[in-house]
C-alpha cells in the first residue's frame, strides 16, 4: 500500500450497526459503549468510581463487552498492554479521576513503551462541579499527557460518541499509540448522544525505496553490520526475512533489551537481545561499522553511569534507519532479502545448548535450560525477572515454540497483570508468568483477577528476598554499599509469603528450593487448568 494510504479496518465493524433511526434516545455513557463496541473494542479492564457509574449502567445495559475488575488501576493497565500485545488491538481502560488514573500510570508507560494500543476512558467530574474544587480534582490532562499520544476531554454528551471513535483509530494508528480520553461526568449522563462511526485506520508507512537501495548497497560492502530488530520485526515474517538478509550479507542480528513481543523457539530464527549490562553491550556491538536499526532506536543503555558511553555502539560506527517503529518493516526487509538475491528458505540454526532440567539450587543459566525444557508448545512467557532473568533469552531458542512478552519501559511490576491480560486475551494458551519478588509486590492483585477469572496462568516467583538489581547498581554508579543501602535493598524483614499471599487471593501455590523440585512444580502446574503460584525460594 502506498505511503500515507489509509486502510479502512473492516474486520471490527462488520456486526455492530450503527443507525441512528435505529436505536431508542440514549445518554453519552450508552453512545460510549457502544461505539466503543462499533470499533472492535470489547474488552474493558475497570476500577471504576462514582463519576463513572452512568458508564457502568451503560455497561449492565448494553451486551458485548467483557469487563474485568482490576483491583488497582496499575493492574488495569498492566492487563490492557498484555492483551494489546497478543491481540494487537485495544482494550479499554476505565479509571476513576485524576488519582486513580494516577495509579495506572506506571503501567501505561510500559505500554507505551511497547507501543501497544490502548484506550483509557478516565472519568472525571460533572463541568460544573469541577469549579467548586471538590476532593478528587486534579489535572487530569496534565497527568494524561505525558504518557498519551492523544488526549481528549469530552465536552458534550454528542461528542462523546465521535470522540471515542477517534480514540480508537488513534490506538490503532502504527505502531499502536495511547488514547485517553477524559469524560466528565456530565457528558455521560446527559441524553443526546450518538454513536460514533469507526473511524479508518491509516495503514503503516512503506520504507522509501531509495532508502533501501542505499542499505541494500552498504550490506553489500560487507563491512560488519548489526540489524537491530523490533516491533514487528520480531514477528515470524519479520524474523524469517531478517534471517534471510543475514545470511546473504553477513550481518549479525540482536534485538534491544527491551522486547514488546516475539516469537520464539523451535523452528523461530534465534536472535539474542542487546545484553542489559554496558560492558557486556559495548563487547556485543564492539568493530561493528553500520547499525541498521530495523523498528529500534539507536542502543542505548538503560542508564548513564560515571565513566561509561551512554550509546553502546561504536563512536565509529554508522547508524542507518531502515524502518520507523510504524513503518512496515517486515515488507522493508522482504525487500531487502530479495534484493540481496537471499534464498527463500534459509536453514535455522539450532540452539547450541540442549533444554535439560538441571538440578540443585537456582543459578540462572542452570534455570534457563531447565525452564527451556519445561515450557509448553504455544505458551506465552510474561516476563519481569530482573537479575533472576538476565540468562533466559538464548536458552529458551531451543525451547517449544512460544510467544515472549516483557517489560519494555523499566517500571517494574508488569509481570503479573501483563500474564493476566495475555490470558484473557488468548484463552486456551498456557501463561507463564516469569516475576521477581521485589518487583511482584507494585502489582501482586493481579493474582486476584487471575483467580476470579479462571486463568491458566503458571506464576513464578523468584523469591531472592532482596532488591539484587540495586546492590549491582549500587557499585556500577562508583558508590559503596553500607547500612542505609543494606536496609533499602532487603526484603527479608519480614519475609514474604507467596504461598500465603496467593492463597489470600484465591490462587493455589508451592514452594521449590531446588530446579529438579521446580520441574516437578512445573509439570503437575501444566498439566492442571486455572492460575498457580510457584514461590522459587532462592
Ligand atoms: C516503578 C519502578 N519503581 C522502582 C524502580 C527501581 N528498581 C529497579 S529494580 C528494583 C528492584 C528489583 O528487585 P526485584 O524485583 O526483587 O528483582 P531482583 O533485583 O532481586 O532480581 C527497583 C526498586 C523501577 N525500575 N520502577
Not at 527463500?344 to 532440567?357: A, D, L, S, T, Y
Not at 536496609?487 to 521449590?512: C, H, N, Q, S, Y
Amino acid at each position: 500500500m502506498a505511503e500515507g494510504s489509509i486502510r479502512f479496518n473492516t474486520s471490527y465493524t462488520s456486526t455492530i450497526h450503527t443507525n441512528k433511526s435505529t436505536l431508542p434516545a440514549m445518554n453519552g455513557a450508552e453512545s460510549l459503549v457502544r461505539t466503543l463496541l462499533a470499533s472492535g473494542v470489547d474488552t474493558c479492564f475497570a476500577n471504576p468510581g462514582t463519576s463513572e457509574m452512568h458508564f457502568v449502567a451503560a455497561l449492565d445495559k448494553v451486551d458485548g463487552m467483557r469487563c474485568v475488575l482490576g483491583l488497582a488501576e496499575t493492574i488495569v493497565s498492566g492487563c490492557a498492554d498484555g492483551y494489546a500485545r497478543m491481540t494487537g488491538k485495544p482494550a479499554a481502560t476505565l479509571t476513576h479521576c485524576g488519582p486513580g488514573f494516577a495509579n495506572s500510570i506506571a503501567n501505561v508507560h510500559n505500554a507505551r513503551r511497547a507501543n501497544a494500543p490502548m484506550v483509557n476512558i478516565v472519568g472525571d467530574h460533572a463541568s460544573y462541579h469541577r469549579l467548586l474544587d471538590p476532593p478528587l480534582t486534579t489535572d487530569t490532562e496534565g497527568l494524561a499527557r505525558p504518557v498519551s499520544d492523544w488526549v481528549r476531554t469530552s465536552t458534550s454528551s454528542t461528542r462523546v460518541g465521535a470522540d471515542a471513535a477517534a480514540a480508537v483509530q488513534a490506538a490503532l494508528t502504527p505502531p499502536g499509540q495511547i488514547a485517553t480520553l477524559i469524560l466528565p461526568a456530565d457528558t455521560a449522563w446527559n441524553e443526546n448522544g450518538e454513536v460514533g462511526a469507526p473511524l479508518p485506520v491509516p495503514a503503516r508507512p512503506a520504507v522509501a525505496p531509495d532508502l533501501l537501495a542505499t542499505i541494500a548497497r552498504t550490506l553489500r560492502t560487507r563491512e560488519p553490520a548489526m540489524l537491530i530488530l523490533s516491533g514487528q520485526a520480531l514477528s515470524e515474517a519479520g524474523l524469517h526475512a531478517a534471517h534471510r538478509v543475514a545470511y546473504v550479507s553477513g550481518a549479525k542480528l540482536r534485538t534491544p533489551t527491551q522486547i514488546q513481543h516475539m516469537v520464539r523457539g523451535r523452528g523461530r530464527v534465534p536472535v539474542d537481545r542487546i545484553p542489559y549490562v554496558v560492558d557486556n553491550a559495548l563487547r556485543v556491538l564492539a568493530g561493528t561499522k553500520h547499525v541498521i536499526l530495523v523498528g529500534a532506536k539507536p542502543p542505548t543503555a538503560f542508564f548513564a553511569y560515571p565513566g561509561k558511553p551512554s550509546l553502546v555502539s561504536p563512536p565509529d560506527a554508522q547508524t542507518h534507519m531502515l524502518a520507523r517503529p510504524e513503518q512496515d518493516a517486515v515488507a522493508a526487509l522482504e525487500w531487502l532479502a530479495d534484493e540481496l538475491g537471499a534464498p527463500q528458505n534459509v536453514p535455522i540454526p539450532q540452539g547450541e545448548v540442549k533444554p535439560q532440567v538441571a538440578r540443585g539450587k537456582f543459578e540462572p543459566e542452570s534455570f534457563a535450560h531447565t525452564l527451556a525444557a519445561l515450557l509448553p508448545e504455544n505458551c506465552i512467557v510474561a516476563e519481569d525477572a530482573v537479575t533472576s532473568g538476565r540468562a533466559l533469552f538464548a536458552p529458551t531458542f531451543g525451547a517449544a515454540p512460544h510467544d515472549w512478552v516483557q517489560n519494555t519501559g523499566g517500571a517494574i511490576g508488569i509481570g503479573f497483570p501483563l500474564a493476566t491480560g495475555a490470558a484473557l486475551a488468548c484463552p486456551g494458551r498456557k501463561v507463564v508468568c516469569l516475576q521477581a519478588d521485589g518487583a511482584g509486590m507494585y502489582t501482586l492483585q493481579a493474582l486476584w483477577t487471575q483467580a476470579r477469572e479462571k486463568l491458566d496462568v503458571i506464576n513464578v516467583v523468584f523469591a531472592n528476598r532482596i532488591y539484587k538489581i540495586l546492590h549491582g547498581e549500587l557499585l556500577a554508579v562508583g558508590a559503596q554499599p553500607g547500612r542505609v543501602s543494606n536496609e533499602l535493598f532487603d526484603l527479608a524483614r519480614p519475609t514474604l509469603d507467596w504461598i500465603k499471599l496467593a492463597d489470600g487471593m484465591g490462587v493455589e501455590g508451592t514452594r521449590v528450593e531446588t530446579l529438579e523440585g521446580f520441574a516437578d512444580a512445573f509439570r503437575a502446574a501444566s498439566r492442571r487448568r486455572g492460575p498457580f503460584l510457584i514461590e522459587f525460594w532462592i
